[in-house]
Every structure is written in C-alpha cells, then in structure tokens.
DNA sequence: TCTGGGGTCCTAGGACCC
DNA sequence: TCTGGGGTCCTAGGACCC
C-alpha cells in the first residue's frame, strides 16, 4: 500500500479566458484576451494568443496592432464574473475532497493519501470532468510529493497533449526527468533576480537547482530560497496560509483614465477607495490600526516631473467604519498633495488588523455602537442591491477620473439584467464584429 | 495617447531598552 | 587614542506570487 501523502494542484486553464468563452462558446479555438484594469496590460491569454507570442504582462498598446491583424477578441477585466465563477469551481472541489487549500482565484491545492487511490491518475480524471460538468471551466491537474513539485506536474500537465490534463509524478525518475527540462524560472519561487543569480553559477534547469549547494542558496536566496530547493528534493516545507482568507493588510488603489493634476479629483477618488477597503475591512471583520495613503505619478513618463510618497497614520484607537477612515486619509493626501504634477494613482493601504472583537477603546472613547449599525446597515442595502447604491457624497457621482474598461463583458452570472438570454433572435448572443476586424466586447 | 492591483514573506537597519 | 553587548520592535525595501 502506497503511504506517500500527494499533493495536487488543480489550476483553471487560461482562467479569465476561459470564464469569457463560458457565455461565449463561439469564442472556442479563436484568439482571446483578458486586460487588466484601464485596460493596461495583457493578463490572461487562450492558446491562440500565446502561440502569436503575446506575453504575460504587456502592455495592451504594444501589442494592439497584432490583436486587431488577428482578429484577436478582447476583454476588459470582469472580477464579478471571474470571482463568481471561481467560487463555483472551488465548491465543486471541496464536495470531491475534503482537504483543499484555496490558493488563488484559479488555484487551490488538495491533499491526496496515496492509500486512498489504487490509481491517482484516474481519480485525478474523474475530478476534472466533474469541474468541466459542473461549471464548465476547463482545469489541468498536477500531483506530487510537495507543493512545489505539484506545480511543475500542472505545467506539463497544461502543455503536454500526453497528459490529457493530469500529470503525476510518483517516482524520484519521474520527478527528476521533468525537472531537467523545467527551467529554474518556471520554478515557483523562483524569479527574475534569482534566475539571473542562478545563471550566472550555472543553474539553469530544476534539477540542477535540486542538487544545488544549500549553503549558497541560503546566503544568495535567503530561506525562502532554500525551501524551495527542499521541495524539489521532495521534502514539504511550505505550507499555505489557511488564514489568508484574514487578510493582515488591504489595499485599495486604481490608476487613472487620464492624467488628474487637482485636489478635488484626488479628493474623489481617494474617498472611494477608502469605502471600499473600509467594506472590505468590515466583512473580514477586522479593524485597522494604520493607515497609509499614498500618491504618485506615471513612472513612466520619465519627461515629466516624478513625485511618490506615503504617508503613515497610526490612528488614536483601531476602527472600521468608514468616516473613521475617510478624516484622517483625506488629511493626510492634503499633507501629501503638491501642485504641478500629473498623477497617475492614488491608493490606501491598512494595516495592523485586528479581530473586531478584541478592541481595545481608549480611555475618552464616545459611544461607537451607533456607528456599527451605520455600518452595518449601509453595507446590508450595498450587498442587496448592488455597490454604490448608498455611498459617501464625497466619492463623487461623474468619476471622470475613473479607469478605462472599454471592452468589459456582461456579469453574466451577479446581476439579473445581465442574465443571459436563450433562445432564437437573441441580441446577446450574437457576435458584434467591427469592420476592422477587431470584435469588441458587447 | 496608452504600462494592473492586491497580496505575502524575508532582511537589514534604526531606535530603544537594560 | 579609547565609545559594550544583546535583545526586541518597527519600518522600508526587495523579491516573489497570481
């Protein structure tokens, strides 16, 4: 009987993608890709797109001529659909399994005993064509001793027409013969600067990696480093967060569409973000100890003048409610504010979070209970009916420094009017192809 | 014209204490 | 001339991830 414990990482394929493709089935076998907000850079990719060579991480202006050559079809980010879907994918493993970690919002890891399975493999089968049936999203498995490894069998698993979606790597040959043809930077936990350290000592596959000396690993890639090697050696020493659904820190920050030079602007979109992460603060019920705000400009007009600061509040008690956090953010991006510049961002960070149970009032405190219920209240009626249905005033109503989301699809799955509709002669259904052969998002 | 957002962990260095 | 040693806590910055 096989006593190894397994793990496997099940990752949605090209997830964004994928979710796009769910309402738009037309779109399967054709070039996809998914922006990221205001329409920045390229952060998911379909096969097609991958194969024209478009990277992970471009900016979408590089790369826009191509697309449009293409017939590429794209989409802004639609976080309602991508996040709902995911939950649906991660319901259908934790009915399936009874130890999953959710890693992100395509991944999560399960827990296999060997004992349990005569054939891992086939188990592994039986898991993807339950995700596929039940919510469609296509998902490719990978299973070995550690964490690390699994996600080396996902990568072959993905790009191997072999596999059929499932890798498992059982065996030390196993292991070892996937390893010499993974490179060090597909290693996770390994990137750019440790790849180019790595290099230059000679190290340029996993094996080689595995096999290297953990004295100067320790010193060249600290014990993050070194751990990562003991993973691929088959030891399992890093473990995921269960916790990470208690965020320790929260931020909330956008770019803007256009350039913004004056207070107001800033005023407005600051006041925003801080409803925003106050809700989110709220429904991990925690409360925030320091506040940090923070502006800058576009890095990469290198023609313009450059200003980035950040400023450190460390508020008189931890709190929640949003007018709590709205003074103290909106004076400190005073303090902050300088006349004569183009900025790009403006953001708030909390920090120092703790349970909402634990406290800890300050001597001359006021009565905070009917600040809850305010709370609590507002966020009720936004959860019901919809965000924004009951904001601050100061947050703004035209927005016009709101971010770009020219190609956004429907949140098919979160709002009834976007409900899809079947049946013949339905408009939504159907393709809107632009003369230049650019499709746009309907 | 146009370059994301939200996280975690680790380390070094400063402040402070005894 | 010469200026301890060890501990903790905090913060900023680096590296990495999806």
Known sequence: MNTQKFFALVDCNNFYVSCERLFRPELNNRPVLVLSNNDGCVIARSNEVKALGVKMGTPYFKVRGLAQRHGVKVFSSNYSLYGDLSHRVMDVLQ???????????????LMLPGSRFVDLASHCHTIR????????IPVSLGV???????????QFAKKDPACAGVCCLETPDAIDHLLVQTGVGDVWGIGNRSVEKL????????????QADDDWIRRQLTVSGLRTVMELRGVSCIEID????????????????RPVKDLPDLREALSSYVSRVAEKLRAQ???????????????FRTDLPQYSRTLTLHLPEPGSSTPHLLRPALKGLEQLFKTGYLYQKVGVMLTGLVPAGQRQLSLFTANASSDTELMTAMDQINRRWGR??????GTGRAKTWAGRQSFCS?????????????GAGSEKCQENVLPDGIIEGS
């Open 285 to 299: 019920r925690s409360l925030a100890s320091s506040l940090h705000v923070f502006l800058l400009t576009n890095r």
């Open 410 to 422: 429907p949140a098919y799955t979160t709002r009834w009017e976007d409900l899809p509709q079947v």
């Open 144 to 154: 070995a001793p550690t964490r690390t490894l699994a996600k080396v069998a996902n």
């Open 199 to 210: 290099r230059r000592r000679g190290i340029v596959n996993g094996l080689q990696l595995k």
């Open 242 to 257: 269960d916790s990470r659904a208690q965020k320790r820190t929260l931020v909330c920050s956008r770019s803007f569409g």
């Open 388 to 393: 924004d249905t009951l904001c601050y005033g």
């Open 129 to 136: 064509e339950r995700v596929r049936q039940c919510v469609g």
């Open 95 to 109: 009915q399936l399994e009874p130890e999953v970690e959710i890693y992100s919002i395509d991944e999560a890891f």
